[in-house]
């Protein structure tokens, strides 16, 4: 039997790049699937390639750009009886789109990268996260990087000397101490939330669109977040950072009681409600 049998996995971005690979991995492996994506026609070409696996797989359509569709994709999945066992929180913007010197921002008036890549996780799970709980052994993968800049909490949303790279950086950083503070509020026999570089510069369309060229393959990373999906060596691992597949440090302000604080008043201000 594959070792990920009666389980649910739902990967945000998984349409193209790490999530789309991850997801035909995990199915190999035995799991339902929920593959989120933004744009409708690659959401229901990815599930139809998925699904000759022949394992169930449902989809979840949202731009993650937008919490109000962040919140209505959770909601549903709640309201469907969909039990997720494990969340990817894969989907992101890198830090060439659109490119790196021009300051976007949501509907929502956040800047776009620390929008996508931090708030909407955060919100997925404060709202999944009770659920899951009732699921013992569920588990939380928060696929960052080992880019990271430490955040400046005088001016987040960068409205001065906007770079896109240090956006991108300061976000990954705010996803894994985001990760740092709910495993310490979560027992691991209920949920473990992990964080993991999964590889440097991998051929993905984001790391292309923004570096031009990649390093480590696209099968490094799929290896790395499999094995925190479903390793089960890992079944009391939490409250981690991974470079690829090794427990490593973090950017040192994640480990800051007092950012740590800051940021999670600030996201739960930024998304409407507590995170947990």
């Known amino acids: 039997m594959a070792r990920l049998t009666g389980r649910t996995v739902l990967i945000t971005g998984a349409t193209d790049g790490l999530g789309y690979a991850l997801a035909h991995r995990l199915a190999e492996d035995g799991a339902a699937l929920v593959l989120h994506g933004r744009r409708p026609d690659a959401l229901k070409q990815t599930a139809d390639d998925v699904g ?26 709640t309201a469907d009886g969909i039990g997720i066992d494990v969340l990817v929180n894969n989907a992101g913007v890198g830090v060439g789109q659109p490119d790196t010197t021009t300051r ?26 009770p659920a899951m709980r ?23 949303m960068l409205t001065h000397g906007y770079d896109g790279t240090r956006a991108y950086r300061q976000s990954k ?18 949920v473990t939330i992990n964080s993991l ?28 977040t499999a094995q925190l999906v479903g390793d089960p060596s890992l079944s009391d691992t939490t409250g981690a950072y991974f470079n690829i597949t090794e427990p490593a440090r973090a950017n040192a302000q994640a480990y800051d009681n007092t950012a740590r604080q800051r940021l999670i008043e600030l996201t739960e201000n930024l998304i409407g409600q507590p995170i947990l």
Do not use: W
Request: aromatic share 4%; with cysteine.
């Open 104 to 129: 976007a921002t949501t509907v929502d008036g956040n800047e776009l990268r620390f929008a996508v890549n931090c708030l909407a996780p955060a919100l997925l799970m404060a709202r999944l996260l």
């Open 52 to 77: 000759r696996h022949g394992v169930e797989v449902s989809t979840a359509l949202a731009d993650l750009a937008n919490l109000d569709q962040v919140r209505a994709m959770a909601d549903e999945l």
């Open 134 to 156: 009732q699921r013992p052994g569920s588990r939380v993968v928060n696929v960052a990087s080992a880019g990271q800049q430490p955040i400046d909490f005088d001016d987040v």
């Open 197 to 224: 570089h999964p590889g440097t510069y991998m051929p993905t369309k984001m790391v292309l669109e923004s570096v031009g060229h990649s390093i480590d393959s696209l099968e490094t990373g799929v290896d790395a």
């Open 173 to 190: 950083l705010a996803l894994i101490t985001l990760g740092f503070v709910l495993a310490e509020r979560v027992p691991a026999h209920e």
